[in-house]
T-cell receptor, first 114, second 111 residues
Framework: DAGVTQSPTHLIKTRGQHVTLRCSPI?????VSWYQQVLGQGPQFIFQ???????GRGNFPDRFSARQFPNYSSELNVNALLLGDSALYLC?????????????FGNGTRLTVT | RKEVEQDPGPFNVPEGATVAFNCTYS??????FFWYRQDCRKEPKLLMS???SGNEDGRFTAQLNRASQYISLLIRDSKLSDSATYLC????????????FGQGTTLQVKP
């Protein structure tokens, strides 16, 4: 079975542009979460979606938005890119919201903003 | 104060050594804890859950001290393949799967 897949794997954008990152969860998983990982730091929670509804939002500006589609895939959008948005963006899926439900991460999208 | 704190290291140890990592968390109401492993430029992968009674998986032992709000990971008989960053993780809220990650502790096992 395919794991969590993310696209694109790498992306270079300039300041002020916007970007859309995509994620397909493991088949059967209904929850998708997004994390930002800056070099040298642990991943930081951005959003969580479950059954197409937002269930959690981290401490990120409104420039960050996301949605989940009926097939449980998800998009993360970032507008008005800043240099500080350069990071590895990780998508993770899980079967449910239960605390013990393990997260499975995709390989990530490495975004560079110049 | 960060919600989850770890010593970033790096820890440089010879093969066969025993190494321990500690992690502290700020929210006393936290109920679920994990250790994830992340290889260079790869995604994090679940290493093990951490239970109040402590748990062991081969050479790896995880322990939780709720009174002191800290979590530990012990690796015995280190292998070269154990070289990675180890992330301490706390579940942030009981009705979501939000994970709060520590900064990570880098381990380098040398021959």
């Amino acid at each position: 079975d395919a794991g969590v897949t993310q696209s694109p794997t790498h992306l270079i954008k300039t300041r002020g542009q916007h970007v859309t990152l995509r994620c397909s969860p493991i088949s059967g998983h209904k929850s998708v979460s997004w994390y930002q990982q800056v070099l040298g730091q642990g991943p930081q929670f951005i959003f969580q979606y479950y059954e197409k509804e937002e269930r959690g939002r981290g401490n990120f500006p409104d420039r960050f938005s996301a949605r989940q589609f009926p097939n449980y895939s998800s998009e993360l959008n970032v507008n008005a890119l800043l240099l500080g948005d350069s990071a590895l963006y990780l998508c993770a899926s899980s079967f449910s919201l239960a605390e013990g439900s393990p997260l499975h991460f995709g390989n990530g999208t490495r975004l560079t903003v110049t | 104060r960060k919600e989850v704190e770890q010593d970033p290291g790096p820890f440089n140890v010879p093969e066969g050594a025993t190494v321990a990592f500690n992690c502290t968390y700020s929210n006393s109401a936290s109920q679920s804890f994990f250790w994830y492993r992340q290889d260079c430029r790869k995604e994090p992968k679940l290493l093990m859950s951490v239970y109040s009674s402590g748990n062991e998986d081969g050479r790896f032992t995880a322990q939780l001290n709720r009174a002191s709000q800290y979590i530990s990971l012990l690796i015995r008989d280190s292998k070269l393949s154990d070289s990675a960053t180890y992330l301490c993780v706390v579940v942030g809220s009981s009705n979501t799967g939000k994970l709060i990650f520590g900064q990570g502790t880098t381990l380098q096992v040398k021959p």
